[in-house]
C-alpha cells in the first residue's frame, strides 16, 4: 500500500514540476517482465497460505526468496537509474528481517487487532500466517531484528490501514524518485516545435530579395 501511495503521489509532484505523464510510458527500465513473473510467483503465497509457517524451509519460503532474487536483479540492473538504489536496499532490509524469522514479515498481534483485521488469521497465535500478506504472526520478543520488520502503520481512521517495515519507506522513497525522474526526463526529449510555414516561407523570400538587389 505504502508502495502505491508514493506513486501516486508522484504523480501530481511531477505535473506540478512540469514533467508529463507520458514518460511513464517510455520508463527507461530493463527487466520489467522479470518483475512482472516474480510478482505472479508471489500470487499463492498472498490468496493461498500455509495456515500457519512451519519450522524448516518448504516450497514456500523458497518461491518467496526465489521471487525476491529476481527483483534484487532487476534492480541491479537498474542501478543508475534515480530511485533505484534506495529501492535495492529496502529489498536487502526486507530479505534480512524475513530470512532471520522464517522467510516471512514478521508482524505484531497487537497491530492486526488495531486494525480490526483479526479475521485474516484462523488464530491470534504466534506462527500464523496473515492472509493477503507476507506476513506472520510474532511479538516483539519473539522477532529477531525487529527494528525491521513491519513496526509503522497507518492505523484507523486511514482510508486503508496498513503496516510497513523501513525496508518499504525506502522502497516507496525510490519510487517517488523513478516517478519524477521519468516525467521530468520526458520534458527533457520534447521535440522543438518547426517554425511556421509562413514564416519559414516569409524568411526564404526575404534572403531571395536580398540576393537580388545585391546582384
Known amino acids: 500500500m505504502i508502495l502505491l501511495l508514493a506513486t501516486l503521489a508522484g504523480l501530481p509532484v511531477a505535473l506540478l514540476r512540469r514533467g508529463t505523464v507520458r ?3 517510455f520508463l527507461p527500465m530493463r527487466g520489467r517482465a522479470v518483475v512482472i513473473v516474480a510478482f505472479l510467483m508471489q500470487l499463492p503465497l498472498l490468496y493461498f497460505p500455509a495456515e500457519k509457517a512451519s519450522g524448516h524451509v518448504n516450497f514456500e519460503r523458497c518461491l518467496l526468496l526465489l521471487s525476491y532474487l529476481l527483483i534484487l536483479g532487476v534492480v541491479w540492473k537498474n542501478r543508475r537509474l534515480s530511485g533505484f538504489r534506495a529501492i535495492g536496499l529496502g529489498l536487502l532490509l526486507n530479505l534480512t528481517v524475513m530470512m532471520a ?3 516471512f514479515m514478521p508482524i505484531q498481534p497487537g497491530v492486526l487487532e488495531n486494525f480490526g483485521h483479526q479475521h485474516m488469521v484462523t488464530k491470534m497465535e ?3 500466517r496473515v492472509l493477503h500478506s507476507k506476513d506472520v504472526l510474532l511479538t516483539r520478543e519473539e522477532t529477531r531484528l525487529w527494528i525491521l520488520s513491519d513496526v509503522f502503520a497507518f492505523d484507523p481512521p486511514f482510508f486503508s490501514p496498513t503496516a510497513f517495515s523501513p525496508g518499504d519507506v525506502l522502497i516507496a522513497a ?7 525522474s ?3 526526463s520526458s520534458r527533457a526529449r520534447r521535440p522543438v516545435p ?8 516569409g524568411r526564404a523570400n526575404s534572403n531571395s530579395s536580398e540576393r537580388d538587389v545585391n546582384g
Do not use: K, R
Request: charged letters at 0%.
Open 126 to 128: 504466534s506462527g500464523y
Open 101 to 103: 524469522n522464517g522467510g
Open 23 to 25: 514518460g511513464l510510458a
Open 182 to 184: 521519468a516525467m521530468l
Open 174 to 180: 525510490g519510487a517517488f524518485l523513478f516517478v519524477q
Open 194 to 201: 518547426p517554425l511556421p510555414h509562413t514564416l519559414s516561407s
